[in-house]
């Protein structure tokens, strides 16, 4: 149980392209769910914090405009990476929780997104 | 703030040795320690965890002690295999705001 898929695996795209990166709870509903991005051979870095229904929480120095969140449902939550450059590219990990603090996070397998 | 510093890798050991990972952490309060680990091309899976001082996680053949005194949480096993080889984060969650706090990561390399 706890299944925690995200779509796409890996993507290319030209530098400009606005890329979505789907993060979905399969047999549970997520009240809340994480946005994390690891660099090469570096550790994971929180991005943000979104709760159904409510805006993100950002983290300090993550660009809002930049790296929008949308929780929409219990079990979806979208990170639009918009006019993507270069220095965008990274490893992108989603994880999702069940109800409150005390609960384990559940990963996703990661959005390799690559700029060119 | 807290934060959780684990030994620098990458880590290379021949199947069936012994192996530790350090790590230590500063945290106000009372944190939940966990071990992740990350296979080349995945996400993270949780390894195993402890919730209070003097608490052991294990799974796996993994074993962890939650140690107050010494701010630690050190991975160990006592044979490692070839599969065992992976990316091993350390991580801290406060249980006021819930965030996991990870440390960079070691990356452990078993040979044959």
């Known amino acids: 149980g706890a299944v925690v898929s995200q779509h796409p695996s890996r993507v290319i795209c030209k530098s400009g392209t606005s890329v979505k990166i789907e993060c979905r709870s399969l047999?549970?509903?997520?009240?809340?769910m994480f946005w994390y991005r690891q660099f090469p051979k570096q550790s994971l870095m929180l991005m943000a914090t979104?709760?159904?229904?409510?805006?993100?929480?950002?983290e300090q120095g993550v660009e809002k405009d930049k790296f929008l969140i949308n929780h929409a449902s219990l079990t979806l939550s979208t990170l639009t990476v918009t006019s993507a450059h270069p220095e965008d590219s990274s490893f992108y990990i989603c994880?999702?929780?069940?109800?409150?603090?005390?609960?384990?996070?559940?990963f996703g397998d990661g959005t390799r997104l690559s700029i060119l | 703030g807290n934060s959780v510093t684990q030994m620098e890798g990458p880590v290379t050991l021949s199947e069936e040795a012994f192996l530790t990972i350090n790590c230590t952490y500063t945290?106000?309060?009372?944190?939940?320690l966990f071990w992740y680990v990350q296979y080349p091309g995945e996400g993270l899976q949780l390894l195993l965890k402890?919730?209070?001082?003097?608490d052991k996680g294990s799974n796996k053949g993994f074993e962890a002690t939650y140690r107050k005194e010494t701010t630690s949480f050190h991975l160990e096993k006592g044979s490692v295999q070839v599969s065992d080889s992976a990316v091993y984060f350390c991580?801290?969650?406060?249980?006021?705001?819930?965030?996991?706090?990870f440390g960079q990561g070691t990356e452990l390399s078993v040979k044959p």
């Open positions: 945290a106000t309060g009372y944190p939940s």
């Open positions: 047999d549970f509903q997520a009240t809340t």
């Open positions: 994880s999702a929780r069940i109800g409150v603090t005390g609960q384990p996070q559940h």
């Open positions: 979104s709760n159904e229904g409510s805006k993100a929480t950002y």
């Open positions: 402890a919730t209070k001082a003097d």
């Open positions: 991580a801290l969650r406060d249980n006021q705001g819930g965030k996991l706090i």
